[in-house]
């Protein structure tokens, strides 16, 4: 048996903690040979020596770690020199061996390097370059089954961050709660206090040579720490304060000692409940000004955290329970979340400034950084990479130029892949659509960092959505998704070729069969993995988790995607250049030349790619003898995305029919699309039968704030069971309709149903305003005598109140008003993006965007004015009571009150278009 002696950079210790994968040895050792060193190890070269001890006991190999008094007493053979290249280890082991390898001074950077008599060195620019040396030798020890005889290798990364993060979210609100506000207790995060789960995710991220761990909470601080001046804050008993507190420091311990910088991520701006109450106030309001007891509360609570958490970093989020862009975020910024950590740095007496990250959402980043670096030098960014959601390898418009322009003015711009919703919640594998996103976050975005979300089920982790007992965990589940990501962070000009042989490597090992079988499950994940992203970029509303993509679409959806709240970046940056469903319809129409990617592409190109991963999956599975469990729920969806890409496919084609239909007036359209929507039907059917069984949902967020194809509110329609009737409904109305329309030779009025709104009893408060009736040819507001020019015809005969638009810009619009039975108030929104205009309810930036149930549009083109934009109208609903409820900073219209018991049918009345927009939304219902 041949023994390795293990030389550490330590100085004068007896005894060292040798740490397994799961657990801590503490072993004496006769010391033959001493090693004297001016400082201590570090815990991550001691972890880093202790795997490489484990993994050589484990092949069979003695070992003897030892710590010498006299370099000049080391062996001479068998000796693996162990340290960071400035340290005296290092020149002994030069000299000794004579070996005289060039030193890369990059961070994390490592040199492996083999000499004569079975000698090593490894060393590293820094203790996480020697904690990842080891762990690379570790890795051709259990590749080869031994130490290399003769090896050179260095390496280093080429993202400065690569990290993965955790929500401290649940899938519902909770009682009394608005979004994101979680206290950390164990009723609602029991998994928080697992040690043995953390030890197992961040043997994870190490594995996976990531750096960071993000962990995302809307405001933690008053489950960690305890303020002088408001100890009320604190909003967890007293027990679980102090395991919370026992809890942190462990985790940052045993990140760290992994080369692991925890990061701690909050939303602005949020306050405690007990805090909230205590001041009478609201836990947040994205429409409240900055107040000075918030941003007191909030600068003491962050230079608390610092104080008690001094290596945990913070990830900041200008929103989304502020108002958008403009002062108040770059104030907030510079006048109360730095000054909080300045303030925490010099309670502990530390000069040196760490890295705060600044998200680049619901704020405009450059001029928040302007502000910021005047007081405060350490500053990088964060953007998300395609939304929240993976769309594309050739990100473009102005959001990649956001990104470059955040690139060249914070020295690490970390790309978020964010939430995933168009991928949940199937298994994804795509390693070359991943290989090139990352190349792209370089190329293009100019990142240098990545922080990386679950695959799927953000909202319910640790655990998968897999209908298992027990259940899975998502970190095993989506292995792959994780070491794909971190592989290409780590270096994403890897040989494309020698790239398939490594993952067809991986997966035969991990089922027991072939390497050509490996190589088809690679293909069967790559071919799924285009389906998607090709979806969603062609016939989806929006990049956000309003939307989940594989419960499908309606055709209203489908045919009329503005009355949705059609988010735009989503076609004109997170797509490669091409056609919505409408716009090619349109230029079919009129013979007009199509240009890049078009919709008819997308649903032929998904059914091959559904076919080709079935094929795949199916050419593998006589050869799989291991993990069969697992392998035969990735054979699965497989099968899944073939259903969905036939779903999509035909109802693309059902809703090109009808957007012809629109140009045509022709009846034969419509019967050409029936048979596509029957199929789409019935491959849908076919998917519902295939998830029945084997998944408890689709969406882990599962709220109000998800609205496509149907909401999630009260945790319902989140399975492909529930959403089948509906699409049946669908149809059989289309077919009803169609019948309708032959027998009335296809004359049908649209909008027949649509029937007059009536006032609802509220008395109003404010003082500032005056009522009107609408009709046409009353004005607008109070300083123009501007009227209206035409009105949605339901809209006539109701009670408004007119404001004055500079005090709507500079003050915002505030409403005080008193109801006895529910109500909705009805409010213009003009369709333009300018700052003069109070903008749209957006989920995809403000999470509070549906608390009133008003994200969607109720009735889109519903009133002209001259040289106004187009004004699309939403509802906001109230229980009985006493209200002042306020808008925000931006013109809009106060239209009157309904009642709240009734639903309004939401349509467009396609004021100012012709009558190729005309709503067919009717054919459907």
């Given at each position: 048996m041949r023994r390795i002696i293990i030389v550490l950079l330590v100085s004068g210790l007896s005894s060292i903690c040798i740490s397994s994968f799961g657990h801590s040895i503490e072993k004496k050792l006769t010391p033959k040979y001493f090693l004297v060193e001016n400082i201590y190890a570090s815990s991550r070269v001691q972890y880093g020596v202790g795997r490489l001890a484990d993994a050589l006991r484990n092949k069979g190999i003695a070992i003897e770690i030892i710590k010498a008094s006299s370099l000049k007493k080391i062996p001479s053979e068998n000796t693996i020199f162990i340290s960071q290249s400035d340290k005296a280890v290092f020149s002994f082991a030069e000299k000794l061996l004579d070996i005289h390898p060039e030193i890369d001074s990059a961070k994390e950077s490592f040199h492996l390097l083999s000499s004569d008599r079975n000698n090593y060195v490894i060393t590293g620019a820094d203790s996480s370059g020697v904690l990842y040396g080891c762990l690379e030798m570790v890795d051709r020890l259990n590749k080869q089954g031994a130490l290399p005889i003769t090896i050179d290798f260095a390496d280093k990364p080429q993202m400065v961050l690569r990290g993965a993060c955790i929500g401290l979210q649940k899938t519902t609100l909770l009682p009394g709660r608005g979004t994101y506000e979680y206290p950390i207790t164990p009723q609602n995060f029991p998994w928080f206090y697992?040690?043995?789960?953390?030890?197992?995710?961040?043997?994870?991220?190490?594995?996976?040579?990531?750096?960071?761990?993000?962990?995302?909470?809307?405001?933690?601080?008053?489950?960690?720490?305890?303020?002088?001046?408001?100890?009320?804050?604190?909003e967890v008993d007293s027990a679980t304060f102090i395991k919370n507190q026992e809890m942190y420091k462990f985790l940052t311990r045993e990140a760290d000692k992994r080369g692991i910088w925890v990061i701690q991520a909050f939303y602005n701006i949020i306050v405690s409940k007990p805090f909230a109450e205590k001041n009478h106030i609201k836990t947040q309001d994205r429409?409240?000004?900055?107040?000075?007891?918030?941003?007191?509360?909030?600068?003491?609570?962050?230079?608390?955290?610092?104080e008690q958490y001094p290596n945990v970093g913070l990830l900041v989020t200008l929103g989304e329970a502020m108002q958008g862009t403009g002062p108040d975020d770059v104030n907030w910024f510079s006048k109360t979340i730095i000054p909080g950590v300045k303030d925490g740095l010099k309670a502990l007496g530390k000069k040196q400034e760490p890295p705060i990250i600044l998200r680049a959402h619901d704020t405009y980043a450059p001029d928040d950084l302007k502000a910021a670096k005047k007081v405060y030098s350490n500053l990088f960014t964060m953007a998300k990479y395609n939304g929240e959601a993976l769309t594309t390898y050739t990100p473009r418009g102005s959001w990649a130029a956001l990104h470059k322009e955040l690139s060249e003015i914070s020295p690490v711009l970390v790309e978020n892949v964010h939430i995933m919703a168009n991928l949940e919640p199937f298994r994804y594998g795509a390693d070359d659509f991943i290989q090139?996103?990352?190349?792209?976050?370089?190329?293009?975005?100019?990142?240098?960092?990545?922080?990386?979300?679950?695959?799927?089920?953000?909202?319910?982790?640790?655990?998968?959505?897999?209908?298992?007992?027990?259940?899975?965990?998502?970190?095993?589940?989506?292995?792959?998704?994780?070491?794909?990501?971190?592989?290409?962070?780590?270096?994403?000009?890897?040989?494309?070729k020698a790239e398939i042989n490594y993952w067809a490597k991986r997966l035969s090992e991990k089922y027991g069969c072939s390497l050509d079988a490996g190589k088809n499950i690679l293909i069967a994940y790559e071919q799924s993995g285009e389906?998607?992203?090709?979806?969603?970029?062609?016939?989806?509303?929006?990049?956000?988790?309003?939307?989940?993509?594989?419960?499908?679409?309606?055709?209203?959806?489908?045919?009329?995607?503005?009355?949705?709240?059609?988010?735009?970046?989503?076609?004109?940056?997170?797509?490669?250049?091409?056609?919505?469903?409408?716009?090619?319809?349109?230029?079919e129409w009129y013979h007009q030349p199509h240009i890049g990617e078009t919709p008819t592409m997308i649903a032929k190109e998904v059914v091959e790619n559904g076919r080709n991963a079935v094929n795949a999956i199916n050419a593998a599975a006589q050869f799989v003898h291991k993990d069969n469990a697992e392998f035969n729920r990735l054979k699965n969806d497989m099968y899944c995305y073939n259903m969905l890409a036939n779903f999509y496919s035909q109802k693309a084609k059902a809703a090109l029919c009808v957007l012809r239909y629109k140009y045509s007036n022709k009846l034969s359209d419509l019967e050409d699309a029936l048979p596509y929507l029957d199929?789409?039907?019935?491959?849908?059917?076919?998917?519902?039968?295939?998830?029945?069984?084997?998944?408890?949902?689709?969406?882990?967020?599962?709220t109000s704030q998800r609205k496509i194809p149907i909401t999630g509110k009260d945790g319902k329609n989140k399975t492909w069971v529930e959403l089948l009737p509906y699409y049946q409904k669908e149809l059989n109305s289309f077919k009803r309709n169609l019948l309708a329309l032959r027998a009335h030779k296809n004359k049908i009025a649209s909008?027949?149903?649509?029937?007059?709104?009536?006032?609802?009893?509220?008395?109003?408060?404010?003082?500032?305003?005056?009522?009107?009736?609408?009709?046409?040819?009353?004005?607008?507001?109070?300083?123009?005598?501007?009227?209206?020019?035409?009105?949605?015809?339901?809209?006539?005969?109701?009670?408004?109140?007119?404001?004055n638009r500079n005090t709507q810009i500079e003050k915002g619009t505030t409403l005080s008003f008193k109801n006895d039975q529910p109500v909705q108030l009805l409010v213009g929104y003009f369709v333009n993006k300018s700052k003069t205009y109070l903008p749209e309810p957006e989920l995809e930036i403000d999470a509070s965007a549906n608390n009133y149930g008003q994200a969607e549009t109720k009735i889109a083109n519903a009133i002209l004015i001259p040289g106004f934009p187009p004004v699309n109208i939403h509802s906001f609903t109230f229980a009985p009571g006493m209200h002042n409820f306020d808008l925000g900073k931006g013109i809009c219209l106060i239209l009157g009150f309904i009642s709240g018991d009734k639903k309004l049918n939401a349509f467009d009345a396609a004021l100012g278009t012709n009558g190729e927009d005309r709503d067919l939304d009717w054919l459907f219902q």
């Open positions: 697992n040690k043995k789960l953390w030890i197992k995710y961040l043997n994870m991220l190490v594995e996976n040579r990531m750096n960071t761990l993000y962990l995302w909470s809307g405001h933690p601080f008053a489950s960690l720490v305890r303020l002088k001046k408001y100890p009320y804050a604190v429409n409240r000004p900055i107040i000075p007891l918030i941003a007191d509360y909030t600068r003491r609570s962050i230079a608390a955290f610092v090139k996103c990352v190349q792209a976050m370089h190329k293009i975005d100019g990142a240098n960092g990545l922080h990386l979300y679950p695959q799927a089920s953000y909202w319910d982790w640790p655990h998968a959505a897999d209908n298992t007992d027990p259940r899975l965990l998502e970190m095993d589940r989506d292995w792959i998704w994780y070491a794909e990501w971190s592989r290409y962070a780590w270096n994403c000009d890897r040989n494309r389906i998607a992203p090709k979806l969603l970029r062609r016939y989806g509303i929006t990049d956000g988790n309003r939307q989940t993509l594989t419960l499908g679409m309606f055709m209203s959806e489908l045919i009329h995607p503005t009355k949705y709240g059609l988010f735009t970046l989503l076609y004109d940056s997170e797509s490669p250049v091409g056609e919505m469903l409408t716009q090619y319809a349109k230029k199929s789409s039907v019935q491959y849908f059917s076919q998917l519902a039968q295939l998830t029945k069984n084997t998944y408890l949902y689709a969406n882990s967020m599962q909008n027949g149903n649509v029937k007059p709104l009536e006032n609802a009893t509220v008395e109003f408060l404010n003082k500032d305003t005056k009522t009107f009736i609408l009709h046409k040819e009353e004005s607008a507001f109070l300083d123009t005598t501007v009227m209206f020019k035409d009105l949605a015809p339901n809209l006539y005969g109701l009670k408004g109140w007119k404001y």
